[in-house]
């Protein structure tokens, strides 16, 4: 069982940063997965970034290369979504989510935990 708790959304002018963090409980952190995922009002979640468990490898949506950067520390349990020059479109709730397994996962229906999510507001 993990349990995943993000943190550091907030309000923020277009152009701007933020750094969401997602915390993990658990002694075996290193073997999952993790992504985050975010979600608008009125549409579906959608896959933003993610990290093999080892951190080696990354992937991301179209729509974020370039802006965003997806790290983990397993020695902290967390993994981290660094956002730069966002834009009023990046508004939405955003999840990070955890699954068994060495490689990076877009698909939010492989995921099997999700933390309760952090809301990510940009201002024009």
């Known amino acids: 069982q993990v349990q995943l708790v993000e943190s550091g959304g907030g309000l923020v002018q277009a152009g701007g940063s933020l750094r969401l963090s997602c915390a993990a409980s658990?002694?075996?952190?290193?073997?999952?997965?993790m992504g985050w995922f975010r979600q608008a009002p009125g549409k579906e979640r959608e896959f933003v970034a993610a990290i093999s468990w080892g951190g080696d490898s990354t992937y991301y949506a179209d729509s974020v290369k370039g802006r965003f950067t997806i790290s983990r520390d397993n020695a902290k349990n967390t993994v981290y979504l660094q956002m730069n020059s966002l834009k009023p479109e990046d508004t939405a709730v955003y999840y990070c989510?955890?699954?068994?397994?060495?490689?990076?996962?877009?698909?939010?229906?492989?995921?099997?935990?999700w933390g309760q999510g952090t809301q990510v507001t940009v201002s024009s």
């Open positions: 989510g955890a699954r068994r397994g060495s490689s990076v996962y877009t698909a939010s229906g492989s995921y099997n935990y």
């Open positions: 658990g002694r075996t952190f290193s073997s999952y997965g």
